[in-house]
Each structure stands twice: as C-alpha cells, then as structure tokens.
C-alpha cells in the first residue's frame, strides 16, 4: 500500500499541497483571490494556500479515478447553492479554476491528455507524478 490510500483524504491533501507550493509551476494566479469557485458560493476562499490545496485535491482525484475531465471535476467540486425560501439545487464548480490547475499540471510534467476511440477523454497521470503522488509521507 502506498501513502494515497493509507492515509485520510485531508491528511494526504496537506502534505501534497506543501509538496506543490515548492513546485514554480503551480502559483496561483492573482485573478484567484477575487473569484468565487462557483455560482453556488457566496464569496472567494479566504484560505492563503488554496490554490495548492485544489491542485493536491485534483491530482488526488486524478490518481483514484485514472482518467479524469474538466467537466467530471466541476461536478465533484460543485454544491448547493442557497436560494432563500426557495429549496437548494445543486450547482457546478467554477471550470477556469480546474482548467488552469490542469494547465499547470501539463507545464510540471504530471499530467498529460488522454483521448482514445471509445474511453473516456480526460488527463491522466505520466509515470513522474505517479512517483511524486506516491512519494509523499
């Protein structure tokens, strides 16, 4: 067993995070801090590091799932949104987010497309961030 599944989804999420705030690759872009991460949200995130905290959460998701699109993640990361009197529904994350941390993902040589005649098209893991996921303690 690797650390990927031996420890908690939280715990293993810190520590990749902190693994990526080292990487030059996935610096989070300024427009971040004035975005909210999705119409179901009221504001932005107010937490310093969670442009490497989504990215460690993708990757994590990407590592589980083998082959994982943009519009698969806006659903995983999607909520309810509060409309007052009115019941809650369901609404999608924000895709600019995902997308960017993808991009980054390809530009640090973890991540690469996928798309092949009757699977699912999507990113996949490259053999160095296999090595780097099940690298973290």
Not at 78 to 97: D, H, I, L, T, Y
Not at 104 to 125: D, S, V
Request: net charge positive; proline share 5%.
């Amino acid at each position: 067993m690797n650390s990927v599944f031996e420890l908690s989804a939280n715990e293993y999420n810190e520590k990749l995070a902190k693994l990526l705030k080292e990487m030059p690759e996935f610096e989070q872009p300024e427009w971040t801090l004035f975005l909210k991460t999705g119409t179901a949200k009221e504001r932005p995130p107010q937490d310093p590091d969670f442009w490497q905290k989504r990215a460690a959460s993708i990757l994590r998701q990407i590592y589980l799932n083998r082959t994982v699109g943009v519009n698969r993640l806006k659903t995983r990361y999607g909520s309810k949104k509060n409309r007052g009197v009115q019941p809650s529904k369901f609404r999608k994350a924000s895709g600019k987010m995902i997308r960017v941390i993808l991009q980054q993902g390809e530009k640090a040589g973890l991540l690469e497309k996928f798309n092949e005649p009757k699977q699912r098209a999507g990113r996949i893991l490259t053999k160095q961030g296999k090595e780097l996921l099940e690298g973290v303690n």
